[in-house]
């Protein structure tokens, strides 16, 4: 199954860093590759062009934006396999 996962977080905040640590968390577990970007990175910055990205840290799934700010570990797990599902159905 492919998916695209990303994070769009300032690495200035350590909220934004503790969020990162929780979605590579569920991503290791899960299988899938999680790639972060800064949001004065040239990446982080088309990302937030092309999305419209307003909130950090924005995690986006095959170029959609499916959760913003900081989840639990359970509440982030939930969401990726909503997100595994959608994939599996499509």
């Keep these: 199954m492919l998916m695209d996962i990303q994070l769009v977080l300032t690495r200035l ?6 969020t990162e640590t929780v979605w590579q ?3 290791d577990e899960l299988g899938f590759s999680l790639h972060s970007f800064d949001i004065d990175s040239a990446v982080g910055q088309k990302l ?4 419209g990205i307003m909130t950090f ?4 799934v095959n170029n959609k934006v499916v959760a913003v700010g900081r989840p639990d570990k359970e509440a ?12 599996s159905e499509g």
Excluded at 13 to 18: D, I, K, L, T, Y
Excluded at 48 to 51: A, G, K, R
Aim: charged share 25%.
């Design 13 to 18: 905040s350590s909220r934004c860093q503790e």
């Design 25 to 27: 968390s569920i991503c």
């Design 48 to 51: 937030i062009d092309e999305l």
């Design 57 to 60: 840290p924005a995690l986006i």
């Design 76 to 87: 982030a797990l939930k969401i990726l396999q909503s997100q595994i599902e959608k994939v």
